[in-house]
């Protein structure tokens, strides 16, 4: 079911749907939406070889580079190219570890 079949078949506004959402998971369901898709894209991120970030950006659903490259620095404070470098300088610093081949936390 779409959000706005939902709004419709409840008969509440957006902005009430959105503040109920809110009060009964935590975040709009933007934010929602905006955490499932950049997590999914970190997931996708290979650090072991080179990285197509417009491609990664368009198969994420991005509008483009720079949307992704904001996102990016929103959710961890670092660019995109900034935080493959701490992931691969962690991995470096310890082969082996459980965390190889999973993204870092932003801190």
Same mark, same amino acid.
């Given at each position: ?16 749907l ?10 709009t369901p ?27 950006a368009?198969?994420?659903?991005? *509008? ?5 490259g904001?996102?990016f620095?929103?959710f961890?404070? *670092?660019t995109?190219?900034?935080?493959v ?6 991995l ?16």
């Open positions: 079911m779409a959000i706005g079949d939902l709004r419709a078949a409840a008969g509440v506004s957006s902005t009430h959105a503040q109920r959402f809110k009060e009964l998971i935590g975040v933007k934010r929602l939406a905006r955490t499932h898709r950049f997590a999914a894209t970190v997931f996708a991120i290979n650090p072991a070889g080179p990285i197509d970030w417009g491609d990664l368009s198969r994420a659903g991005y *509008f483009d580079q720079a949307h992704f904001h996102e620095r929103a961890t404070g *670092f995109p190219t900034r935080y470098e701490v992931r691969r300088q962690f470096r610093e310890h082969p082996g570890h459980v965390l190889d081949g999973w993204p870092l936390p932003a801190d």
